[in-house]
């Protein structure tokens, strides 16, 4: 089968929002082994979509069209789509019930223009929608399978995962093909290739390949073949191969994040944690209660911004940071030992650094220390990170995350 | 003049990357006042490369094509256009010299396959590459303008900038074209077009569109003319009328994010702050800290994701969270004063509530508390979020900041 993705909207055209939705649909449908064509991105009007969904309707099988579904007057996929198939649009009642008790919950009146929502193309599958009022839409035309979706990421991406993945997956007939990811962490791409090479391999079957995102690489492997079990299997296999190369680097798989890892590790042993940041600011206690469930082993955060926060709320003595530095081992060292235990958790973590930017030419912008107070005893780790502000604060918290994890292995000592 | 960006590669259109040169291109684009159409995303093979030139050709005057130049046998774009075009591939002695020392530099050899990169098609402008090897092409057909770029976002860039940019100017003649970009908070994109129904005009000069972000709708005004003056005085005109119907609502303009107004307030005022979170788990104080800066009014944060935390760093009275419950008015209220009094700064801003999911089906998912305490007393406001965990606690943290503004601006009583 092969796909074409349309995004209609001024927003992505022009630039205004990335377009997160293209890449992620890329992935998924490359899951299932339909190929990805083209993807179009094309503004509001309706000239525009339906000269869009006309090519598209010429070169491919399955047309997912992003965006367009909301309520106001520049929202017209759903209309402009339905003209071009010929399909009238019905009320759903169920789907008005829906709206009307949403909008009842916060007090908003359902005016006739939010109540366009709740008409769907006859014939159509309806596609709910857990985090918006806009239902997703299957229509399928003699050969062609048409897929509509809302714009808003948060709302588009647990439709896709819930339904439209198994409903192409029962349609596509393109044999098995399955990818995993192996999530590389303290390598650049170029050492990783180095220390790989033989591994890697972009034509062959299983295919390896590279993708270095922000702070981390990606090790994609994708094998394609009739039977289930085999393909599992030749995954399996260069997997096992590469992490025996990679060893503690790889620290997850797929979807997994490295808070995700963490979580496990502090879950599965019943261990608490509390967490005292400086230069990241609240990041690193944002990133572990991103987690579901985390309030059973986060017991709480100290964002210590100040001297006197880190003196009143983390006993560091005056003297070490007059002496040594706010941002130096021993304070590093000090702030976990004291979270930990004024906590009463069984890890403390701590970061102190410079972000940046700074007037000062001294000042060592991306000098991080990290901090891990343990029942065994207090380590820390000096790291130098590199970029702006904010790349600064993201790589010290994602290296806090990781030293917690290599502790958890018996890599830290 | 028209436009149509085209993307060749496989790691864009398989999700692999995010279409960062998309983005930024578009919005270059923008401010010459070029009209971009449509964006397409193709695989590597020629045959696609092929099939979405000609139909750009068709449809627009300027075509950007981004990626493809590099030295690998997939890389085909120069290839392919010349030959669609019908120019030749001429040795550019002068790039071939410039790689030579390049390569010499690092110790590898100049092979074929990497001296493919000094052929430039016959009568094409070179643009200079500073970050790479590949050199950027300018081709002038007839009535037609090809650009094409290296794919890696850090050659592409200073690359549009320091040549694409000024050539395009010349060739431009769409005058002077400025955009203003007005922030909208707390107003949802169908409210907020009815209220200002009459100043939107997506065909005028100005034009006026609106654009929904994740919490937040912007209002982008437009407008063209000869005259640098006319044009200025034109957007501020309509900017006017527009904040008028909108007072508060508008946070800010252009780039300025919230925490950056927030800041400005707390900055001028010689004022401190103080933050006590439990559901947003540091977001809200990793929001204030990215400003550059912060340290100078950001005293502290505290995550008290426990009850225990709650009741030893905020002394919130036990009774009052067995009876009332630590989502609740008075849990936001005691927080708010007592982070403000402990941390002895100007504000304190507190957030308590429930980011979900959760197994109790009674739990009011998306119920958050928001308790601001300041030298005049203390304030509470009640929201219901929608959406998942993540963001719920987007928009806790959000709506906290704007709080903290509308105060400042004599609206919180």
Same mark, same amino acid.
């Given at each position: 089968?092969?796909?074409?993705?349309?995004?209609?909207?001024?927003?992505?055209?022009?630039?205004?929002?990335?377009?997160?939705?293209?890449?992620?649909?890329?992935?998924?449908?490359?899951?299932?082994?339909?190929?990805?064509?083209?993807?179009?991105?094309?503004?509001?009007?309706?000239?525009?979509?339906?000269?869009?969904?006309?090519?598209?309707?010429?070169?491919?099988?399955?047309?997912?069209?992003?965006?367009?579904?909301?309520?106001?007057?520049?929202?017209?996929?759903?209309?402009?789509?339905?003209?071009?198939?010929?399909?009238?649009?019905?009320?759903?009642?169920?789907?008005?019930?829906?709206?009307?008790?949403?909008?009842?919950?916060?007090?908003?009146?359902?005016?006739?223009?939010?109540?366009?929502?709740?008409?769907?193309?006859?014939?159509?599958?309806?596609?709910?929608?857990?985090?918006? #009022? =806009?239902? !997703?839409?299957?229509?399928? +035309?003699?050969?062609? &399978? $048409?897929?509509?979706?809302?714009?808003?990421?948060? *709302?588009?991406?647990?439709?896709?995962?819930?339904?439209?993945?198994?409903?192409?997956?029962?349609?596509?007939?393109?044999?098995?093909?399955?990818?995993?990811?192996?999530?590389?962490?303290?390598?650049?791409?170029?050492?990783?290739?180095?220390?790989?090479?033989?591994?890697?391999?972009?034509?062959?079957?299983?295919?390896?390949?590279?993708?270095?995102?922000?702070?981390?690489?990606?090790?994609?492997? #994708? =094998?394609? !073949?009739?039977?289930?079990? +085999?393909?599992?299997? &030749? $995954?399996?296999?260069?997997?096992?191969?590469?992490? *025996?190369?990679?060893?503690?680097?790889?620290?997850?798989?797929?979807?997994?994040?490295?808070?995700?890892?963490?979580?496990?590790?502090?879950?599965?042993?019943?261990?608490?944690?509390?967490?005292?940041?400086?230069?990241?600011?609240?990041?690193?206690?944002?990133?572990?209660?991103?987690?579901?469930?985390?309030?059973?082993?986060?017991?709480?955060?100290?964002?210590?911004?100040?001297?006197?926060?880190?003196?009143?709320?983390?006993?560091?003595?005056?003297?070490?940071?007059?002496?040594?530095?706010?941002?130096?081992?021993?304070?590093?060292?000090?702030?976990?030992?004291?979270?930990?235990?004024?906590?009463?958790?069984?890890?403390?973590?701590?970061?102190?650094?410079?972000?940046?930017?700074?007037?000062?030419?001294?000042?060592?912008?991306?000098?991080?220390?990290?901090?891990?107070?343990?029942?065994?005893?207090?380590?820390?780790?000096?790291?130098?990170?590199?970029?702006?502000?904010?790349?600064?604060?993201?790589?010290?918290?994602?290296?806090?995350?990781?030293?917690?994890?290599?502790?958890?292995?018996?890599?830290?000592?």
């Amino acid at each position: 089968m092969k796909a074409e993705i349309i995004n209609v909207g001024n927003e992505v055209l022009l630039g205004y929002v990335l377009n997160e939705n293209a890449s992620f649909l890329s992935k998924r449908l490359a899951s299932l082994g339909i190929e990805l064509m083209y993807h179009t991105v094309v503004g509001d009007q309706s000239g525009s979509i339906s000269s869009a969904f006309r090519q598209a309707r010429d070169r491919v099988e399955l047309i997912i069209l992003t965006g367009g579904l909301g309520t106001t007057a520049d929202d017209l996929t759903k209309e402009v789509i339905c003209k071009e198939a010929g399909i009238p649009l019905r009320k759903c009642v169920k789907w008005e019930k829906h709206l009307e008790k949403l909008y009842e919950k916060v007090g908003i009146e359902l005016e006739e223009k939010r109540r366009r929502q709740a008409y769907v193309p006859e014939g159509a599958v309806l596609i709910p929608n857990e985090n918006g #009022t =806009a239902p !997703g839409i299957i229509i399928e +035309l003699q050969d062609k &399978m $048409i897929v509509l979706l809302p714009g808003p990421p948060e *709302e588009l991406k647990p439709m896709v995962e819930q339904t439209v993945m198994p409903y192409l997956q029962r349609k596509s007939s393109a044999g098995i093909i399955k990818t995993r990811v192996l999530r590389v962490l303290g390598l650049g791409e170029a050492t990783l290739e180095e220390r790989i090479a033989r591994l890697i391999d972009i034509e062959g079957n299983p295919r390896v390949v590279l993708m270095a995102q922000s702070t981390e690489v990606h090790v994609y492997i #994708t =094998a394609h !073949g009739d039977n289930q079990t +085999l393909v599992e299997e &030749m $995954i399996q296999e260069r997997e096992n191969r590469i992490k *025996e190369k990679l060893a503690s680097f790889v620290y997850g798989v797929d979807e997994e994040t490295l808070e995700d890892v963490v979580a496990r590790f502090l879950f599965q042993g019943g261990y608490t944690l509390a967490a005292a940041e400086s230069c990241t600011g609240g990041l690193l206690a944002d990133k572990l209660t991103n987690v579901p469930g985390s309030s059973n082993y986060f017991l709480r955060g100290i964002v210590c911004y100040s001297n006197e926060a880190k003196i009143e709320l983390l006993k560091v003595p005056r003297e070490t940071l007059d002496t040594m530095g706010a941002v130096s081992e021993e304070t590093a060292r000090i702030m976990a030992d004291n979270i930990r235990s004024t906590a009463a958790a069984d890890f403390g973590i701590s970061i102190t650094g410079y972000a940046g930017p700074s007037d000062e030419p001294l000042e060592p912008v991306g000098l991080v220390y990290i901090g891990l107070s343990t029942p065994e005893g207090v380590y820390c780790q000096r790291c130098n990170f590199w970029g702006d502000r904010r790349s600064i604060k993201e790589q010290a918290a994602v290296y806090a995350l990781n030293l917690l994890r290599l502790y958890f292995l018996g890599f830290v000592d």
